[in-house]
């Protein structure tokens, strides 16, 4: 019986969460979407793969509320592990683009990797989130 959960192990902690990305909802996917459109400083191709971040973050809840049959705690986990791991590596990227762009004296055009970076960033998030669905 013990082994049925060994998987456990592999759960991450709340404290593995950024503070930054634990307000002002009680969702750190939400909350990153929030942060890149609130910041004022991308452009509109970046505040659009946020939206739809945020988007398919709300379809994958949705997916798994209404899943018939309802899908179990491991299951829920299972689905959800990538795409929690894909809004850590988003959210680096929108640190590392928001640090260069205040070391850059908040010029956006001398920070054109770091914004090609978040980008991918959020469509490998965006990526994750529907795989989660279909798979």
């Known amino acids: 019986m013990a082994g049925d959960w060994e998987w456990l192990r592999g759960l991450q902690a709340s404290s593995d969460v950024p503070e930054q990305l634990r307000?002002?909802?009680a969702s750190p996917a939400l909350?990153?979407?929030v942060r890149v459109i609130g910041s004022n400083i991308v452009g509109n191709d970046v505040v659009e793969l946020a939206?739809?971040?945020m988007a398919e973050h709300a379809r994958l809840e949705l997916w798994i509320g209404s899943h018939e049959p309802p899908l179990?705690?491991?299951q829920r986990f299972e689905r959800g592990r990538p795409s929690s791991e894909a809004l850590l590596v988003a959210y680096e990227a929108w640190i590392a683009f928001e640090t260069a762009y205040q070391a850059a004296g908040r010029k956006v055009d001398q920070v054109c990797d770091e914004r090609e970076r978040l980008k991918k960033a959020l469509s490998r998030a965006i990526d994750s989130l529907v795989r989660a669905r279909i798979e």
């Open 72 to 74: 179990g705690f491991r």
């Open 31 to 33: 909350n990153l979407g």
């Open 51 to 53: 939206a739809q971040y």
């Open 23 to 25: 307000a002002p909802t």
